[in-house]
Structures are given as structure tokens and as C-alpha cells.
């Protein structure tokens, strides 16, 4: 939605495709606060955010396709042809450009290896937050949830004002590994009870979830032998992690780096297919949604390059995450701009720390202090054009102080 | 008597974990790396407030449920008497976004509003 206003907002004919019946994706069922606070400066709810967007888009009278499904996508020449289908039927869809927006997906408890059996009152953290925000319905009375991320910690607190009987956090790190601010206002909050060093072993169950097996586990959550506890409950909600959905992606011939999960991108957020852009949680899970419509203007900004053609540089620069930096955005520079390559890396270590860009020769270009790092936050800089003037290659590190 | 408190500050990434003792009108912060941090541990003592999130049940729209919350943050104790004072509202589409649902809600002063726009389907 971002993307589309930004480039309908500047005259270009833009169509948007939706498979839901809706605008406004995953943040519909995201009713907590706490949105928009780097763009609009104050705490939205998520439908409020969304709606911000779906104002802009009505206003602009964007040409919106609800209810469509994106079948395939021919994206190799200059003309790129989409065929959707929707309860008007199969359509063609040409156009110069595509902006790819479809987010990320859970990961799921098969994922994450558990036991046992298969019954009634499974879910994922996103599932359950449909269910309870959307339709009004609660999974269950007596709830395991297992992730100590933010939408673990949400979900938790949703759970609890909702009136379930019985919630209890576990997860195998030392402690929650989302913002403190949610293990403030989530769990310490209502006194909800959490067992850090904890993972499940198995489900216990038939028809109905009765139980699972947790197990505790070291710090390098290994389990440690004859701790298995039976804990009695009727649903298990797993909460272990967002992937980006690249799939659609792949299926094109975009490269996928390993380490985000999502495309490899150059700084306008373009991928390897040429004119073929990402943004949001599709390149890398963005900790604020401010953080993932920024990188659907930069795209925009980057759809307009493309069509108008601009120049390229004849050696793209190759951007490596250096040390204790986990991912790392764009991965190479491939445009010829006047604009600061804003660039987002997942930093390995915790703490103060400077966040240092260096050449190939280990020359320092640009250094930032931050008072205090953390893997389960993503950091962004922005580095000058001049300052990798004539680099051949950027490496990012996060130093520890 | 001296009552003592342990909080995350959340003034930034960093949380510090403050501890807090009141002796009557007195307040003691330890723990915290900067003012903010010894700020918030006061304010969250005298006087903690949050936003309080949930949904009203609503007719005729597309879901059964609409999002609302507190337009402004409540006094932390009376968030459970936010919800249960929400439990019988039954709304009617067309909702627009900020609309108020509820005026001064369980007594606190503070409005419950729409979290986004609902039409009325079929």
C-alpha cells in the first residue's frame, strides 16, 4: 500500500492486487498499540495505521484488485504480464514494474522439531489473534504459549484480558527476547508465568490437546536429561518465528539470501529480477512497521529510476555483513544516486556498540555509536554517498564497547 | 512502611530493570542509566497508565468483532475494569475510525474509541 500511493501519489498508473477481501494485510488483526510511532510520532493501533494507508489509496483512487489471486508471473522481458484470478475470472495484467509486498509466513511447530501427537487445539500466535481479534472466538481455557518473542507477548496479554483461565510462557532462552517494553506491559504486567530454559518435548493428546511434555533445556538448548514435566493444558499456540515469504519470489528466478530468508536486494530494494522490487517483511522481519513502509518508498523511488530508465553502475558494490552482524540489507549497490543508501543489519551481539562501515581494505567510510544493541532489534543507517565513493566492496560490523 | 517495585524501564531498547522503593511520599529509583529511566520509574509508580486495546462485538459487518481502545492511557488498576465495562457493547455499522463507543468508560474519564472504519455487508 505504501509502495502504491508513493508512486500513484506521483502520477504513475498503479494497480494494486489483494488476495484478501481488504487492504491493510496482517495488520487488521494487530489491535494492540504501538504502531507508527517513528512516522506519525504517537502509538497507533495496527488497523489505525492501515488506515492512514486505505485513506490515501481512496483518495487517490487507486486501481485496487481485491480478492485476487496472483497465479503466475512472467517478469523476464521489459513488458512484465501477471494472470490473476478472482471471482471475475482469469485476468491479464501488464506492467513495467512490480512491487512484491506479500510479508512473511510463521514458522510452525514442525519446524522447531516437537513430539507427540497431532490433536485439536494447535495453533500459531497469528492464527489465535485472528480467531480472538477478529471473530471474538478463544482457542482454549488452559493455554501453553511457546516463544518469548513480541507476538508470543502480545498474544499472551490478549489471552489474559480475554478472560482465559490459565496462560503460561515458555521458551529456551536465558529471558523473552522481544522489546521490553512488551514484557513490561505484556507479562509483568498481569503477573502471567513464564519458564525461560523451557522448550516442549512432546504433545500429549487424542482428540483434544491434554497436555504437552516440556523439557528443560541448556544454554545452547540442548535438553538436559530427566527433566521432562507433564503440564496439563488444551492448547498450545506456537509463536517461534517469522520467515519471509519468498517462495512467489523464487519462483521467478529471484536469488534468495540464506541468512534473511528473503530476496537479495540492491539499495533500491530491487531484486535480481530487473524492474521486479520487495519490500516490508517479504526482504527481512522488520521489528517497526515504520521501518517496513520506509522500505516500500525506497522501492518506490527505485520503480521510478527503472522506468525512467536511469543508469546503472557498471560495477555494482557488493554489501557484506562483516562481524557479529547477522543479516544484512541492501547486498549490493547497483544504482547510480545522489540519495544515502539506507541499510539494516541484524546485529549478533548485545550492548553498546559502534556500528562500523568499512571497505575491502579495512578502511573505516562511516562509524555510529549506538547505546545499546540487540539481536531481536533491527538497526538501520544511513551512509552517504561520498563515503563509499570508490569502495569496491562494504563490509558492516557491529563492534561491541 | 516501605513498598518496593521491580520494572522494565521502557523509555528504549535498552530496558533497564529499575528497582523502586516508596516510603510514603518518597520515591527511590535505582537501576536506571539516564534521567528518562529515572523519570519513568517514578511516573510508573505514582501514577502507571497504559492504552487499553480490545473489541466490542458489532452487527451486520464483515466480522463479528471491532477493534476499539482507550483514546488515552488508563490508570494500569483499571484495566480490568475497562474490559468488563465493554463486555455488553453491542455497536452498529457504518463505525468510522475514532468514532467514539463508549464516553468515559468504567468511570475513568477517557473515551473508547473505533480502531477502524466497519461497513455494513449483505
Known sequence: MAAAVKLAGKGYDVALIERKEELGGILDQCIHDGFGTKIFGKALSGPEFAGHFMDEASKLGLDVHLNTYVKSVNAGGDVKELVTVSPRGVERIKARSIVYAIGCRERHPFEIKVGGTRPAGIYTAGMVQRLVNLYGILPGKRVLIVGGGDVGMIVARHLYLEGVESITVVFPEEFFVGLPRNVQQCILDFNIPFRPRTVVKEIVGKERVEGVILVKVDENWRPIPSTEEFYPCDTVIFSVGLVPYAKKLRAIGAEIDPRTRGPVVNEFFESTVRGVFAAGNLVQIFDYVDDAVESAYIAADGVEKYLAGEGRLDNPVPFKPGSNVRTLTPHRLEWEDERPVVAFLRPAVEGRAWIIVRGGNGEILKKEFRQYVRPSTLERIEIPREAIDGAEEVYIDVAGV | ?122
Open chain 2, 1 to 122: 512502611m516501605s513498598q518496593e517495585y521491580e520494572v522494565l524501564c521502557i523509555r528504549c531498547p535498552k530496558g533497564c530493570r529499575l528497582r523502586i522503593t516508596v516510603e510514603g511520599n518518597a520515591v527511590h529509583v535505582v537501576g536506571f542509566a539516564c534521567l528518562e529511566g529515572k523519570r519513568f520509574g517514578e511516573e510508573e509508580v505514582r501514577n502507571p497508565r497504559r492504552i487499553v486495546t480490545t473489541t466490542v462485538r458489532i452487527l451486520n459487518a464483515r466480522y463479528p468483532r471491532l477493534p476499539v481502545r482507550t483514546a488515552e492511557p488508563v490508570p494500569k488498576d483499571r484495566i480490568r475494569d475497562v474490559i468488563d465495562a465493554l463486555k455488553g457493547v453491542v455497536v452498529e455499522t457504518p463505525v468510522r475510525r475514532g468514532q467514539v463507543i463508549v464516553k468515559d468508560v468504567a468511570g475513568t474519564g477517557v473515551d473508547v474509541i473505533a480502531e477502524r472504519d466497519m461497513e455494513a455487508v449483505g
